[in-house]
């Protein structure tokens, strides 16, 4: 075997150094494209646990309904049990389509002199479509709606078998 010359060396070094260099591009590359990536699954990830979020909290708030129609059915003679019950039954049910049709609107939609939304009724600006990695906007409306619905409640449970007046005959026109 014969010992190799300073210029091969030198060579060989040069041929090294030009392998390690093109690694580390490589290696460079590699590391930007899995951060990118990496980036984006944590964005995708945070958006839908917020939409999650909405969801499970809402359905909490929603809850509340049931609650409230316990206390109520609690605090009532036994006549007006099943009263009280289809009643809370019917706030949930016509909040989410006045909601729906003019209470989403009117709080979120382009705002008149800064007071009161004129548009958006019956979340006509919401998409209507899934996925495309864009939320539908559905979440925030179910969120809303359910402190809509469980705030008709707190007003029902306060004029249960109370309503001899003018204003919860307005409110509650068959009682009584």
Not at 30 to 42: E, F, K, P, Q, Y
Not at 82 to 100: P, R, T
Not at 145 to 160: L, P
Request: with cysteine; hydrophobic share 50%; net charge negative.
């Amino acid at each position: 075997m014969s010992t190799p010359t300073n210029a091969q060396l030198q060579a060989l070094i040069t041929a090294l150094e030009a392998k390690v260099a093109a690694q580390d591009v490589t290696i460079s590359n590699m590391v930007a494209t899995a951060t990118t990536d990496a980036n984006a699954h944590t964005d995708e990830l945070a958006r839908d646990l917020d939409i999650s979020w909405l969801i499970v909290c809402g359905a909490l708030v929603f809850f509340m309904q049931a609650g409230f129609s316990m206390l109520e059915a609690g605090a009532i003679g036994a006549k007006n049990v099943v009263n009280i019950l289809f009643k809370n039954m019917m706030d949930g049910s016509v909040a989410a389509i006045c909601f729906w049709l003019l209470g989403y609107g009117f709080a979120y939609g382009d705002t008149v002199g800064g007071f009161i939304g004129n548009g958006n009724f019956a979340l006509d600006g919401i998409y209507n479509g899934a996925g495309e990695g864009g939320s539908d906007g559905w979440e925030g409306w179910f969120f809303q709606w359910a402190f809509a619905g469980t705030a008709a409640t707190i007003v029902s449970g306060s004029v249960a078998e109370e309503p001899s007046w003018k204003v919860g005959d307005a409110y509650e026109p068959n009682a009584g």
